[in-house]
C-alpha cells in the first residue's frame, strides 16, 4: 500500500491551498481517510478525515469552517481543501488510510495503519 501526498507549499496568510493523496494497493472506496499535521518541535495531530463512504467527516476544533476534507473514489484520491490559511498552520501534512475496513471516522492515529510521506504547508504572516 502507497499513500502519495502532495499540495503543499508556501502561501501568504489568508491565502489557500488544496492537498492530495493518492492511494494504490488497497481497496481505496473502503477505507476510512484522514490527513495529520505536526509543525516544528511539536507531535502529530489529528486535522480532519472522512469515513469510506464519504458521509462522514470530522475536524478539529482550529480548523473547523476554514478546511474541508473530501475524496473521490474513482481516483483513489482524498483532497484536503485548506482556506484562511493562518500560520499557526504551518506543519508538515500527512494522510493516513484506516486499519479496518468499513469503519467509523476516527481521529485516533492507531487506527491509521498506512501513512504517506508527508508534504510541506509554510504560512507567511
Known amino acids: 500500500v502507497q499513500l502519495q501526498a502532495s499540495g503543499g507549499g508556501l502561501v501568504q496568510a489568508g491565502g489557500s491551498l488544496r492537498l492530495s493523496c493518492v492511494v494504490s494497493g488497497r481497496a481505496f472506496r473502503s477505507y476510512g481517510m484522514g490527513w495529520f499535521r505536526q509543525a516544528p518541535g511539536k507531535g502529530r495531530e489529528f486535522v480532519a478525515a472522512?469515513?469510506?463512504?464519504?458521509?462522514?467527516?470530522y475536524y478539529t476544533d482550529s480548523v473547523k469552517g476554514r478546511f474541508t476534507i473530501s475524496r473521490d473514489n474513482a481516483k483513489n484520491t482524498v483532497y484536503l481543501q485548506m482556506n484562511s490559511l493562518k500560520p499557526e498552520d504551518t506543519a508538515v501534512y500527512y494522510c493516513?488510510?484506516?486499519?479496518?475496513?468499513?469503519?467509523?471516522?476516527?481521529?485516533?492515529?492507531?487506527?491509521?495503519?498506512?501513512w504517506g510521506q508527508g508534504t510541506q504547508v509554510t504560512v507567511s504572516s
Open positions: 493516513a488510510s484506516q486499519r479496518f475496513s468499513g469503519t467509523q471516522v476516527t481521529i485516533e492515529e492507531g487506527e491509521y495503519a498506512y
Open positions: 472522512i469515513s469510506w463512504s464519504g458521509l462522514s467527516t
